[in-house]
């Protein structure tokens, strides 16, 4: 059973996102540390893309800060190298913009996930259409490409389940990524899971606008897991306070609902 | 070749939440691009409502001044709202209106698409929504409180560069919060399928005219072929009918800004490398690691790190040449076309004129050059005048 069979296996699984290099890498080491002590299942790392088109301002700042401190793939990979040699065994997913794959060269990319240790990648500009070109090679380097079902998706729920790895990230809603209030949230959320589940088992994991425990409980009351970004993300953006804790007790209180 | 593909450019690279949305777009444009009653009706307003067609006109003191081919200028210019824009803005959003659409969200550089976009949508009752980079919105006022009178709502882009790539990205955003009742209303021959034929399509009625139009006045093609290019959509038009005339040469001009060997410059064909933004795969201007370079330009239209993948395409296979016209060159070319003929142009359509200016004396008297006027250039004058040194304020 590889890593992300296990994070989703006989439980529901808490999917935190952060961006790396926000503010420091070695900061984001840290936190990687305490949101696998805290409980986590998978950590989603997100490599800084300079018009992350996906995102709201949470995110979008964080990419900034990391960019603004010369954070690019070749210290992230080396970060994510130093990070399991730490001993974090949790799998480990990178989000980032195909560009910033596509220029380092597709071959090259995986080739490096593989060595350091990544299990995915979410590329949110990347739909089913177009993802032959990416899918060809990171299968060869054992890295599985995440399909992305949004509430819009409707008949194209199917095609793209059929072939999906690794995990699925069901979108919520629709819009950017953000804190969001309950009202914001798809209605149709457990019928497009359901529709899913009738094609495949790959597990659902639902992001977007998740951050607090009343709302992961409610996700994970009919998907397999919850993923939470700019929750996270706007504690590591107040430095003011101990993040490591504040990130650890976060986390904690998410997965104890689960 | 592939559909919504150029050689290896084009494509669909967006979120999926888009995908349904993108798909409809296309199926609606399918349709009403062979509906006769849709362009019998877009005929009508481009006709009576924009002012079409627009003249082809000999620009005599200049091709005797410069002393070599003969120089015509398409007046895209004269258009109502003062510009090529125009021509896919109507396109667009008749194509949203018969959609069922409520409203039309458009990004904006220099805001002579959102002008047009706000323009349409007034006259056909949608609401209107323009991105504008926080930068443009400063150097382009004007255009942001003419965009206000025909009732749109301006939003000023604070993020990134806060110029014409950040309004794209704000754009996208806006759209996947809201697509049932939205179109896009993109404004170049970018982004993703179908939006760069779509848009080349609807700009192509520059060079269907101007084709007829020579051939009537001179008997023959043109030697060459020239237009600005920013994202590429006057160009493309202006390129679109000639692309089979094998003879005819087809020249691109791109903003230098400072010198295409500074970094401070938006000549992505001379300077960019391939890479997937915006919904396309295209050339841009990026750094090691594929991320979004700034770019700078005087012009607020051409400041944009990417262009169109037919363009690319063209360039790809050498159909189209593309040339780097700096700052200077352009505002030379602005203030000699006023003097010499009496017209102001965009800033936009003044980096063409420079290259005209350029070549034209080198060129043979039974030669000929057409130069796509994107635009009139009432917007600039302020900015030129601050360039030379004079503090004017709009």
């Given amino acids: ?258 | 070749m592939a559909k919504g593909r150029y050689g290896e450019f084009g494509g669909q690279y967006i979120p999926e939440t888009l995908m349904n949305e993108i798909h409809k777009v296309e199926e609606a444009y399918e349709f009403y691009k062979n509906d006769p009653a849709f362009n019998e009706e877009l005929n009508t307003l481009l006709k009576e409502y924009a002012g079409r067609p627009s003249l082809l006109y000999y620009a005599k003191k200049m091709s005797e001044d410069l002393g070599g081919a003969k120089i015509y200028l398409k007046r895209e210019d004269l258009n109502h709202t003062g510009s090529h824009k125009i021509n896919n803005v109507l396109g667009q959003a008749l194509m949203a209106k018969k959609m069922g659409k409520k409203r039309l969200i458009a990004e904006t550089g220099a805001g002579q698409h959102g002008v047009a976009t706000a323009t349409a949508a007034a006259l056909l009752d949608l609401e209107c929504d323009i991105f504008m980079g926080k930068v443009d919105t400063d150097r382009q006022a004007l255009n942001v409180y003419r965009m206000e009178l025909l009732g749109a709502h301006v939003h000023p882009v604070t993020t990134g560069t806060m110029t014409l790539k950040d309004a794209v990205n704000e754009c996208m955003r806006e759209w996947t919060k809201r697509v049932d009742d939205t179109l896009y209303c993109l404004g170049s021959v970018m982004g993703p399928h179908p939006f760069p034929m779509m848009v080349r399509d609807f700009q192509s009625v520059i060079s269907k005219e101007a084709r007829a139009q020579i051939l009537e006045k001179e008997g023959k093609l043109p030697d060459i072929v020239m237009a600005c290019v920013g994202g590429g959509s006057n160009a493309m038009g202006t390129f679109y009918n000639f692309i089979p005339d094998q003879d005819v040469q087809l020249i691109g001009c791109e903003a230098a800004g400072k010198g295409i060997d500074t970094p401070e410059t938006a000549a992505t064909i001379n300077t960019g490398s391939i890479g997937v933004f915006h919904g396309m795969k295209s050339l841009f201007c990026q750094d090691q690691y594929g991320q979004i370079a700034p770019v700078y330009s005087i012009s607020a239209g051409l400041d944009y790190p990417g262009i169109g993948p037919e363009h690319a395409y063209l360039a790809a296979t050498k159909r189209a040449s593309y040339v780097g016209i700096t700052d200077d060159e352009a505002v030379d070319a602005f203030e000699y076309l006023a003097k010499t003929e009496g017209i102001i142009c965009a800033i936009e359509s003044a980096h063409a004129v420079a290259y005209a200016k350029k070549i034209a004396g080198s060129m043979r008297k039974d030669q000929i050059i057409i130069v796509c006027l994107s635009g009139r250039g009432d917007k600039d004058v302020a900015a030129i005048a601050r360039y030379r040194g004079k503090e004017i304020y709009e």
Avoid: W
């Avoid at chain 1, 059973?1 to 699984?13: G, L, S, T």
């Avoid at chain 1, 480990?92 to 240790?117: I, P, R, W």
């Avoid at chain 1, 995990?167 to 309950?182: A, K, P, Q």
């Fill in chain 1, 1 to 258: 059973m590889n890593r992300i069979q296990n994070a989703f296996k006989d439980k529901k699984a808490f999917i935190a996102f952060l961006t790396a290099g926000d503010p420091t890498l070695d900061q984001t080491k840290r936190y990687i540390h305490k949101i696998t002590e805290a409980g986590a299942s998978l950590i989603e790392i997100g490599i800084p893309f300079s018009d992350p088109i996906a995102e709201g301002p949470t995110i979008q700042n964080a990419n900034v800060r990391a960019l603004k401190n010369d954070v690019h793939t070749d210290n992230v990979m080396t970060m994510v190298k130093e990070v399991r040699e730490e001993g974090i065994d949790i799998p480990l997913c990178f989000m980032t913009y195909l560009n910033v794959v596509f220029h380092y060269s597709y071959d090259a990319f995986f080739k490096k996930c593989q060595e350091v240790g990544i299990d995915s990648i979410i590329i949110p500009d990347l739909p089913y259409e177009e993802a032959k070109e990416v899918s060809n090679v990171c299968t060869q380097y054992g890295v599985s490409l995440i399909s992305m079902i949004a509430p819009t998706s409707k008949e194209r729920v199917k095609m793209i389940a059929q072939e999906a790895e690794g995990f699925i990230y069901l979108v919520s809603s629709m819009g950017v990524t953000g804190t969001r209030s309950n009202a914001a949230f798809a209605l149709n959320l457990p019928d497009i899971v359901e529709s899913i589940k009738e094609i495949t088992q790959t597990p659902v994991a639902v992001g977007f606008g998740i951050h607090n425990p009343e709302q992961a409980k409610e996700m994970a009351s009919f998907a397999d897991g919850v993923i939470v970004g700019s929750g996270i993300v706007n504690i590591i953006a107040n430095q003011d306070q101990d993040v490591e804790d504040a990130v650890y007790n976060y986390v904690k209180d998410m997965c104890a609902v689960l």
